[in-house]
């Protein structure tokens, strides 16, 4: 084979290659898909007039969630572990730092999981409860997915800072809104 035909079947080769990746979609083949953006839950912000702030959805607590002298509003969600929070309100407990991300408190006994999610995302600002220890949870950070977390309800995202900048342990009160 000569150097002229060796060049000529390289070419026809690297032709027939970036022919077969750029060629026209096939109109009968699958649409695609964008997937939706990712669902985000509200927080709620602190009422300027130190007021109560506005009703829960249907089915929601409001809450307000007290770190040390400082008191938020929040929300329980309604699902089946936040309704079981819910109905021990209201709470005092300690919070211990974890992983400089979250803070942990014990909670005796278990919250149910029935009918809750194997594991989920958390969002920094969120309440949750790690079921496997029975641990509830607030994230001031990101813990990505983990197996056993179910995510309980919201805190007004002002707390994030106050979380993450205060002492390791902090006493945290969980109480109704509405009394």
Request: glycine fraction near 12%; aromatic fraction near 6%.
């Amino acid at each position: 084979m000569t150097a002229t035909t060796h060049h000529g079947l390289v070419g026809l080769a690297l032709t027939l290659a970036l022919t077969a990746c750029t060629a026209a979609p096939d109109p009968t083949g699958p649409p695609t898909m964008t997937p939706p953006p990712a669902e985000q839950t509200p927080t709620v912000a602190p009422s300027p007039s130190g007021t109560p702030g506005p009703a829960a959805p249907t089915g929601e607590t409001a809450v307000l969630v007290s770190i040390g002298s400082t008191t938020l509003q929040g929300r329980l969600w309604d699902n089946p572990a936040a309704r079981d929070l819910a109905a021990r309100l209201p709470l005092t407990l300690t919070f211990g730092d974890y992983n400089a991300v979250e803070k942990t408190a014990r909670l005796d006994p278990p919250l149910t999981m029935a009918g809750m999610p194997a594991g989920d995302d958390p969002n920094p600002g969120e309440i949750g409860l790690y079921a496997p220890s029975s641990v509830l949870v607030l994230y001031y950070g990101d813990v990505g997915y983990w197996n056993g977390i179910a995510r309980l309800g919201s805190f007004d995202i002002s707390g994030t800072e106050l979380l993450a900048e205060g002492p390791q342990d902090v006493t945290v009160s969980i109480a109704r809104a509405d009394g």
